[in-house]
């Protein structure tokens, strides 16, 4: 039962004495640094210059994989490592944490909203260089297909439609076309993950095909996080 | 500028509040993705200048909003997503083996 005696309150009163004290710093910090608006240097080049260097017209894109693809790859690791982790943690058995049974209108419109999704994930995949997206909106859009799948249709249903195995080849896979791409930039004689200082052709920004390997590293990306997050999902509501 | 930053100190006082008091380990997990919601909603202020456009330059445009920052959102939402998966799959394995997810309880079965 929960401790109720003088000492546990004490505890209490000491942690909201701390609390305090801790808000009060954090409070004035940020009331000072929020007078802090000048440009740094690094932002003001990346605006100036983002879209000739990497031939990306999106240039969250463009610092996210060509200026700090290395952080990228990590970023891709920690979903990796993470997927990994919880179907090693987590029981394999088939029985679903929720069975609920839904009336036809459930089943129906999501049957009719999945295609609209697969549609608009590539795209936010494949334009990630034009427009508003990236390798990793869309690729969690992609996810929620078999998750929605998995809510109202069961877990057996779904991964006789989508199955594990597939799953984790297509994120292993992912993972290693990412290090691929990356060497291709080595082997153009520059280095790790070099896109624009490569050489390679940027082509005309602003066009479906340009900005050198960052469309491939979008496709690679959403795949990845796509397959990533469904079989994080898929871990988490097993029982055994 | 200053209503975002006070929101930050707000929110994550609000997560600290609830990692430490709560004794549900879900309730301390919310928590600390409040903290990280902060975190966003600070790195996403620190970019923005008043009346600029969002950093897509198909067309000729004046001013727009710093893109370093929304880039290092985006790598802690991915981070913040795992974590949160990766802590609630231990939550199951300890609510599996002690029956519970209160924190006092656990502690008390100890010892």
Same mark, same amino acid.
């Given at each position: 039962m929960i401790n109720?005696? /003088?000492? *546990? /309150?004490?505890?209490?009163?000491?942690?909201k004495i701390l609390i305090l004290i801790l808000g009060g710093l954090l409070i004035t910090i940020l009331y000072?640094?929020?007078e802090f608006t000048v440009i740094p240097e690094i932002s003001s080049h990346y605006i100036h210059h983002g879209v000739e260097e990497t031939g990306a017209v999106n240039?969250?894109?463009g610092i996210l994989f060509d200026y700090r693809a290395f952080d990228t790859l990590g970023e891709a690791t920690v979903i990796l490592s993470a997927a990994a982790a919880l179907a090693f943690? &987590?029981?394999?058995?088939?029985?679903p944490l929720l069975q609920s049974e839904f009336t036809i209108i459930v089943y129906q419109i999501?049957?009719?909203?999945?295609?609209?999704?697969?549609?608009?994930?590539?795209? &936010?995949?494949?334009f990630g260089h034009l427009s508003p997206g990236g390798g990793f909106t869309g690729g969690v859009v992609l996810?929620?297909?078999?998750?929605?799948?998995t809510i109202t249709y069961g877990i057996s249903y779904t991964e006789q439609k989508v199955p594990p195995s597939y799953k984790s080849l297509v994120e292993n896979v992912g993972a290693l076309m990412f290090l691929i791409a990356g060497f291709m930039g080595i082997l153009r004689g520059s280095t790790f993950l070099a896109s624009g200082r490569s050489g390679i052709s940027l082509g005309e920004a602003g066009t479906l095909i340009s900005a050198g390997i960052i469309p491939h590293l979008n496709i690679i990306? *959403?795949?990845?996080?796509?397959? *990533? &997050?469904?079989?994080?999902?898929?871990s988490l509501i097993k029982e055994e | 500028m200053l209503p975002a930053y006070i929101t930050t100190g707000i929110l994550i006082i609000l997560g600290i509040y609830t990692i430490l008091i709560k004794e549900n380990l879900i309730k301390i997990v919310i928590g600390i993705n409040i903290i990280e919601s902060a975190l966003i909603l600070l790195l996403i202020s620190a970019g923005f200048r008043p009346g600029a456009a969002a950093p897509i330059l198909?067309?000729?445009?004046?001013?727009v909003v710093d893109p370093l920052p929304q880039a290092l959102a985006l790598t802690a939402i991915v981070i913040s997503a795992s974590t949160t998966a990766f802590l609630l799959a231990i939550i199951i394995k300890i609510h599996k083996r002690y029956g519970t997810c209160s924190i006092h309880e656990i502690k008390n079965l100890r010892g």
């Open positions: 109720k005696d /003088s000492h *546990g /309150s004490f505890i209490t009163w000491y942690k000072h640094i929020s240039l969250v894109t943690l &987590l029981p394999k058995r088939r029985t999501i049957s009719l909203i999945l295609p609209v999704m697969a549609i608009m994930g590539v795209y &936010l995949i494949i996810a929620t297909i078999p998750i929605l799948l990306v *959403g795949l990845k996080v796509g397959a *990533g &997050l469904s079989t994080i999902f898929n | 198909n067309q000729e445009l004046e001013q």
